[in-house]
């Protein structure tokens, strides 16, 4: 069960339309940072594909700049 953690940078003024793409995809959980412009994003997947799979839909968001991830843990 693969867990990660990552900072979303959105486009220019478009993060709330990141917090919408990214909250409709599964294994997404989505936490809006108060004081900037960036967005807190966890997945939990069942295993490592669903995983890869999952990352490279997100990066094709076109509200989404980049994503750097802070955290991961695999089993």
């Not at 108060?34 to 807190?40: E, K």
């Amino acid at each position: 069960m693969p867990i990660f953690s990552f900072i979303a940078y959105p486009e220019n003024s478009m993060k709330d339309q990141l917090i919408k793409d990214l909250s409709l995809i599964q294994y997404c959980e989505v936490k809006p940072s108060d004081n900037r412009d960036v967005v807190i994003l966890l997945t939990d997947t069942p295993d490592e594909e669903i995983s890869k799979n999952l990352i490279t839909q997100i990066k094709e968001l076109s509200s989404l700049q980049s994503l750097s991830m802070t955290f991961g843990h695999t089993d």
